[in-house]
């Protein structure tokens, strides 16, 4: 996106329609006109705010990454007999591949997330370090063996998130489809770096809020919308 596209606080202008939200401009969104000018704006800012990550060196990223690990792991502390569940990096995400060793140092379990097929939720198998890998969906990574497991933390990379901590994701909905699958609730950690943050992403009824996003900068806690 030009400049032109943008503020001056680094995230894209909003969207023509926002005279028709609420005055907050944080409603849900419920109106089918309205649905398609969100998608719309989602896909727009996900290529910004994608590129602004890759944008990052990776020195930058490493460094964010080792900060974003050090809060991670005060807030899942002790992991003995819990299964956390995190994602092998892609396109700039912050790499927490280090984070699964401490998890099985520390009694616990690792797991990744599988895609199975477009319009299903994920799944999640244990792996630890050493065990091996094969190809998945986009070439990811995933266990080639392991355990179904529901973890008890789900740790989620961020495209973009937003004050009330709702995730802009790459647009599959994989995320809340697998929240909303799962035969209980996981803690949901968000990952991403500081630049991702943006001022809402119009959630609609289908998005699901995380309970934190952790970046570089430390740890977002949501504040309610205006319509709550």
């Given at each position: ?42 896909k727009a800012e996900r290529e910004r705010l994608i590129a602004a990550r890759l944008g990052l060196s990776s020195d ?169």
């Amino acid at each position: 996106m030009t400049g032109s596209d943008e503020d001056d606080r680094g995230y894209a202008s909003p969207p023509c329609f926002m005279h028709e939200l609420d005055p907050a401009c944080a409603g849900l969104v419920t109106n089918a006109k309205q649905e398609a000018d969100v998608k719309r704006w989602r896909k727009a800012e996900r290529e910004r705010l994608i590129a602004a990550r890759l944008g990052l060196s990776s020195d930058t990223r490493r460094t964010y990454g080792d900060r974003i690990v050090e809060a991670l792991r005060e807030l899942i502390g002790n992991p003995a007999g819990i299964v956390v569940s995190a994602y092998w990096p892609f396109r700039g995400e912050p790499d927490l591949r280090g984070l699964f060793e401490e998890v099985d140092a520390g009694g616990g379990r690792g797991a990744l997330r599988i895609v199975v097929e477009r319009g299903r939720p994920l799944i999640f198998r244990t792996w630890g370090k050493g065990e091996p890998l094969e190809r998945g969906v986009w070439n990811i990574p995933v266990p080639a063996g392991g355990e179904e497991v529901v973890p008890d933390i789900v740790i989620s990379p961020v495209v973009g998130f937003d004050p009330s901590c709702y995730r802009l994701g790459y647009g599959g909905g994989f995320f809340d489809r697998t929240l909303a699958a799962l035969p209980k609730r996981p803690r949901v950690l968000g990952v991403g770096y500081a630049l991702q943050a943006i001022p809402t992403i119009y959630p609609q009824p289908h998005d699901i809020p995380m309970d934190v996003v952790v970046t570089e900068e430390g740890v977002v806690t949501p504040v309610k919308r205006p319509a709550d």
